[in-house]
């Protein structure tokens, strides 16, 4: 192997240890990605879930006023 081969594979081994690295970054945001998409999924869930609220019917004028509001129906 001459020098100008072996500057070669020094090149290639040093741009792979350079690519291995990127990708142990590139996993770890993926993980993150995971994680923040789980716990905002799991907010949405939560927010969208059917509460139990008093029937329009049976509201006082402010707290009809408010559930107005909050459906900007008002």
């Not at 142990?24 to 945001?29: I, N």
């Not at 059917?50 to 909050?70: C, H, N």
């Amino acid at each position: 192997m001459n020098s100008r081969e072996r500057a070669e594979v020094a090149k290639l081994r040093a741009e792979n240890e350079r690519l291995k690295e990127k990708v142990v970054q590139a996993e770890a945001a993926q993980q993150i990605l995971g994680k923040a998409f789980e716990l905002l999924q799991g907010i949405t869930e939560r927010s969208t879930e059917d509460t139990t609220e008093i029937p329009p019917a049976l509201m006082s004028a402010s707290e009809y006023a408010q559930w107005l509001e909050r459906r900007k129906l008002s």
